[in-house]
């Protein structure tokens, strides 16, 4: 992705250039839909772009909301289609049955936890969730998200370098975060399994 951030780096100095907030809505707008594209890399440089060069905060915001909405509702309306045609595998439906019961929270964090955001979306729409609901708990968790970056990149002013590598150990952080909870949840699953194997018959 270093072509897009030189891109990019091509319209700084030419303040809020339309194609440079379009290059962010497209951006966002990929990650969702394909999330091994770094489109947070793209969003970092969005605030670099505040903080170094001046661009409209409003504008930036704006360009990187409408993108990742835009992507959200594409795994939305994914999540509806596969719901329509039953293809909804036994895991998933676990996935979607805890999405009836706790949908909005889910989404709300789901920026925050990487890998799981298309997925998120998806099972979402593969619940019985509005749309409407998609949107608004989706957006808050984008706002929130891009509020975090935007704030680190206040914080580091025009150091691309500096912000990837607080993202980096943010993510890899969240990595093992959830693989610990990943492991004591299982560790909890086996210890109570074998109780049960153990437990005397009445």
Known sequence: ????????IGFASDRNHPAGFALLAGSALLEYVFPPIPGDTITLFGA??????GW??????G???FGSLAGAMINFAFGRKLRA?????????????RFERHGPGYLVINRFIPGVRALALVAAGMSSMRWRQALLYGGISILLWNGLLIGLGAAAGANLDRLEAWFHNYTTGAWIALGSVAVL?????????????RAPVE
């Open 185 to 197: 949840f299982i560790g909890w699953r086996l210890v109570r399994r074998w109780r049960r194997r």
């Open 1 to 8: 992705m270093d072509w897009l951030t030189d891109w990019l």
């Open 63 to 65: 360009a990187i909301l």
């Open 48 to 53: 670099v772009l505040i903080s170094g060069f």
């Open 85 to 97: 045609r039953g293809q909804a595998r036994p895991r998933i439906e676990k996935v979607v049955a």
């Open 56 to 61: 409209s905060p409003v504008g930036i915001i």
